[in-house]
């Protein structure tokens, strides 16, 4: 195609293709979990290889405990926001508690909802059962992309017993390599790994040929992922061992804030420049 003299080459679109190229070529993919609009503009022009819209945003937006109360509708609200913001990542969308794991009938509907108004490129399900990994094969023979999501799989916190790193010791994690080859035989894209060990993440990153995309899981996987309001400092509570904060926007926003406070009380907001 020919190009506009003078601007730079427009980035390639990423795929669910350009996801598998990467593992073979040894690129790590970078992915980021973004809500909206804004965020997941700010993303796409920084680079991302994928966009997720996480059920996380039961944390970050709408200051929950868990993501177990997050509905199929909010999940299509954010996703259709931070599509209309994403031009070059591969959008994929959360799928949410309860809407996937009854039949594989409603999965498919819910899904295939989901894709339709949210026009997402993919959708992520949690869990590595024989019967999530058929779900799956359902949804990829429907003709819609499937993330896996095994390891600390926050849908099932309850059932877990709380936020801790899963598949410690070698029975759990050749259950967990034996959950990622299932996956992989059903037709899943790519799988995230949640707090794992390091040299298990390693070990499934191995034993699979799809990518593996790590929180909380080591070097040792095809890529990495993090909450955006995370790494930008925006969630100055949260301070799990795994995560690296490449901003300090929670402060910068009370700053922010406080000097706006303070010029309106002494009237110095708004100058003559700011009147009509
Ligand atoms: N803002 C945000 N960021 C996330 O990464 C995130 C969410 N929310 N909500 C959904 C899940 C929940 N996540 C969590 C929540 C807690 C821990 C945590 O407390 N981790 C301990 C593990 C302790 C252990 O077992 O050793 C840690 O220190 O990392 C980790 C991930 C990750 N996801
Ligand atoms: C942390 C990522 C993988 C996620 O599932 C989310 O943001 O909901
Ligand atoms: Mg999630």
Do not use: W
Not at 25 to 30: G, I, N, Q, T
Request: proline share 4%; with cysteine; glycine share 10%.
């Amino acid at each position: 195609m020919s190009q506009a003299a003078g601007s730079a080459p427009a980035p390639k679109k990423v795929t669910v293709r350009s996801f598998a190229q990467a593992k073979e070529r040894r690129e790590p993919l970078v992915m980021v979990a973004a809500y909206d609009a804004l965020f997941a503009r700010l993303s796409d022009e920084g680079g991302v290889d994928a966009i997720l819209v996480g059920d996380s945003l039961g944390n970050v937006v709408a200051g929950l405990d868990t993501t177990v109360p997050v509905t199929l509708d909010q999940m299509i609200y954010h996703g259709a926001a931070a599509r209309r913001g994403t031009t070059r990542a591969l959008l994929v969308v959360d799928m949410p508690f309860l809407t996937y794991q009854v039949t594989t009938e409603r999965a498919l509907l819910n899904c295939g909802r989901v894709m339709q108004e949210t026009r997402c490129d993919a959708l992520k399900l949690e869990g590595g059962s024989p019967e999530m990994a058929e779900t799956i094969r359902a949804l990829v023979r429907a003709g819609m992309p499937v993330m896996g999501h095994l390891g600390f799989t926050p849908q099932s916190v309850h059932t877990l017993g709380g936020f801790r790193v899963q598949a410690r010791g070698d029975d759990a994690a050749r259950q967990l390599v034996d959950d990622a080859r299932r996956l992989e035989d059903a037709g899943a894209f790519s799988i995230v790994l949640e707090l794992v060990p390091a040299d298990v993440a390693a070990r499934v990153t191995e034993a699979v040929s799809i990518p593996t995309i790590g929180i909380g899981a080591g070097l040792g996987c095809d890529g990495q992922v993090l909450v955006l309001a995370d790494l930008l400092g925006l969630t100055d509570a949260f301070t799990p061992k795994f995560l690296k904060r490449y901003g300090t926007m929670a402060a910068d926003t009370r700053d922010a804030v406080r000097r706006f406070a303070t010029e309106v009380r002494a009237r110095a907001y708004p100058g003559d420049e700011h009147a009509f």
